[in-house]
């Protein structure tokens, strides 16, 4: 699967733009604040429907403007296909396949699947377990329709009832009948997830180490451990038992929505204890794990965004990055503040690449 071409209209800082990209490297190079990440966020917003970096659609629309459209045409095995999105201000998002507008977003999920590389990924190792969930959930869902009907389900009804605990506990009645029924269809979903999460972490564990000891050609010992409380617990029975501290907290204490995936290197937490380099190696890790697993999957390679790693890694982890690259990792998007160096670091594997000068939401095509 490839992106050949990619139109932008009052997307973040891009007026317009229309380019034409290489099936193989695709290097982005310009100034910090130029718009070399919005490109890639604007690939990113094609595949899963949402933005990388933005909380909110209406936040990707230029200042000034109040609409924004992204569209681009992939070669696929089923040949051509143009995908378009527009958000207008005040109105429901559009997102398109053939021209033929989606009845539900999560239809498209994983049909055209990207993995992005980007500085902010350490915040898998240092933030809570939401940022944990959510990427191992998105890897999930890309690959399993079903595991991202059951997940939106799920969500959707523990906000339901955490909604019905903070009015029990401003009213000071509560309605238990009316709670059970919200709990038995957390109980129903949430054992669905709590399975198939499990499954999938002892499917991707293999395949992250045998990245992780290539970047850090080591046998550092490495693990990530999924950890859930229905691992031990009774879910039924622990939503019945934590009614009244739930009514206190006003929220569901007792859940999938707690779930967690522990990393450790050795006998060690790497929040805790990892130095940088390994924290640095540990992620590259997880996202090679993350492309080569829905490979496997979908039988075609993701789209790989790098958005400004080689300013983040040290001369050794991006010489283990390039042997990958020089292997070929399908079609590759890079984005560098330093053309000269993504140009010598390209030329010292011979592969050949298509470099876009980005300024100040203009792109222009140039020749290495």
Sequence with gaps: MQLKQLQLLNFKNYEEANL???????????KNGSG???????IYYLSLTKSAFSSSDNQCILHGQSYFMVKGKFETDLGA???ASSVQMGSKKVFLEESVPYDKLSEHIGKYPVVLIAPDDVDLVKEGSESRRKFF?????QIDKRYLEDLMQ?????????????????????????LESFDHVLVSLGKSIFEKRNAFAKEFLPVFTKFFRFIVQDNEETDLEYTSELKTKDFAKELVAARQKDLVLQRTSFGVHRDDYLFS???????????QGQQKSFIIALKLAQFEIIKQHKGYKPI????????KL?????DRLLELIKVDLGQLFISDARPERTKGLLERIKVPAVVFSVNKGKVSQYEQ
Excluded: C
């Excluded at 290197?265 to 130095?275: A, E, H, N, V, W």
């Excluded at 790098?306 to 300013?311: A, P, V």
């Design 20 to 30: 034409q990209f290489s099936s193989r490297i695709n290097v982005l190079v310009g």
């Design 36 to 42: 070399k990440t919005n490109l890639l966020d604007a």
């Design 81 to 83: 296909k143009e995908i």
């Design 137 to 141: 959930d998105s890897i999930i869902s």
């Design 154 to 178: 799920y969500n959707h009804a523990l906000k339901q009832r955490n909604s019905l605990l903070k009015m029990f506990s401003e009213r000071g009645n509560p309605d238990w009948l009316v």
């Design 265 to 275: 290197l050795g006998t060690s937490d790497l929040k805790k204890l990892g130095s």
């Design 304 to 311: 790989l965004l790098l958005d400004d790693i080689f300013d």
């Design 314 to 318: 040290d001369d050794f982890r991006i």
